[in-house]
């Protein structure tokens, strides 16, 4: 067996060993901190070069204390002159020849790592008089290369990191602040719909306790006026008793009206009773369906009653139906309201203030509400609302 012994032939042979062990560290040094990329490094070139001292000091990307790995044999000559050059913020390549104190020479070199050594350096030394070879320098500032581009890669995960820990607490600060607000505007609309009703209250409380109450003593007062009118005055009899005629008509209107404003729902025994007068008021047939007696809260109640008041009163001018199906229950803690017709359909929902109040009203406690109105099929108001309303604080 032949066995190549040309001097060239062998130095190229280790040439390219080295080489090839070069160019592993990127992928072993992917993902490294400074640490272990200082480590691998000072071990990687006093395997590659045959050294005797090899001094590797790597800059923290974090801002923190420069990791330092120290292999092979120091002397006092070798420590002072590394002191020399590191105090100098961008230490240049460098060559020179050390004398220790047993008489014994160390040929020194000093490479920067990165473009202007800001990644840190790296010092190594021989006692082999042909050190540093331009192969060594070659094979030297390849390492320092890649050393830098581990750096420079650790620097770039440590910014990533703290990139996303940063947009992560803006987005859970942001989470917060926009629930917060949410519940600012929720209980914003809540308060906003009981001060409506409260108003709309008095209104009617003002209405039924004042003018209504003035209107049927005037009539009482009429009745009474009318008896004492003698037989001859039969046509002021006659007047009188068209003015009372007038009167009731009024007084009813005004009940109309009053009921409108708001609905006394629980003087009528609460949501059932109330949704069977609605029924009963309409022009057009409702069939009416309750399978629910549950004790709901007023807002609830309240709320259920204008969504059927709407829809009806929308569909009796609109929808040219026939006939209403009204059906009221509960599922699982919600209150089920639906209102359909079997009119032409092609309701716009967007159209018109009634369904965005009743929107705003619903939505307040908690609620949905949707409008289904295909062409020629009618159209259907729902409405969900949960039976559990949550006090403001």
């Known amino acids: 067996m032949h066995v190549q012994r040309d001097p060239e032939v062998l130095r190229l042979r280790a040439l390219l060993r080295d080489l090839v062990a070069l160019s592993a560290i990127p992928v072993a040094w992917i993902g490294s901190d400074p640490p272990m990329v200082a480590a691998g490094l000072a071990d990687t070139l006093m395997d590659v ?18 990791v330092e790995v120290t292999r092979g044999i120091t002397s006092a000559a070798n420590t002072e002159w590394l002191q020399g050059h590191l105090v100098a913020a961008t230490p240049p390549l460098k060559r020179e020849i050390l004398c220790d104190g047993d008489g014994s020479e160390r040929r020194e070199l000093i490479a920067p790592v990165g473009v202007n050594g800001e990644a840190g350096v790296v010092a190594v030394a021989a006692e082999r008089c042909d050190f540093p070879t331009p192969t060594d320098e070659l094979l030297l500032s390849l390492a320092t290369n890649h050393a830098a581009a581990a750096c420079q890669s650790a620097r770039l995960r440590l910014e990533r990191k703290r990139a996303e820990e940063e947009l992560r607490r803006a987005r859970m600060d942001l989470e917060v602040r926009v629930q917060e607000r949410t519940a600012e505007l929720a209980a914003s609309r809540k308060r906003i719909v009981a001060a409506s009703d409260d108003a709309r ?115 009796a001018k609109h929808a040219r139906a026939s006939r209403f199906r009204v059906s009221l229950s509960d599922l699982g803690g919600t209150l089920l309201l639906s209102i359909r017709d079997d009119g032409v359909g092609g309701a716009d929902p967007g159209r018109g203030s009634g369904l965005t109040g009743l929107r705003d009203r619903v939505e307040a406690l908690g609620g949905t509400i949707n409008v289904r109105s295909p062409p020629g099929e009618g159209t259907e108001v729902s409405a969900e609302l949960p039976l559990e309303v949550v006090a403001d604080s």
Do not use: K
Request: hydrophobic share 45%; glycine share 10%.
């Open 49 to 66: 070069l045959q050294l005797d001292l090899a001094f590797v000091r790597l800059s923290d990307p974090g801002g923190a204390e420069a």
């Open 201 to 315: 209250r008095r209104i009617e409380r003002d209405l039924h306790d004042g003018l209504q109450q003035r209107l049927v003593s005037l009539g009482l007062a009429l009745r009474s006026s009318e008896v004492l009118i003698p037989p001859e005055g039969e046509e002021l009899r006659a007047e009188i008793s068209g003015v009372i005629m007038g009167l009731r008509d009024a007084l009813d209107e005004l009940q109309e009206l009053s009921r409108g404003i708001h609905p006394a729902i629980r003087t009528q025994g609460g949501l059932g009773p109330a949704l069977r007068t609605i029924a009963g008021r309409s022009a057009i047939p409702v069939d009416l369906e309750i399978t629910t007696e549950a004790d709901l809260p007023e807002a609830i109640e309240v709320a259920a009653y204008y969504v059927t008041s709407e829809a009806l009163a929308n569909a």
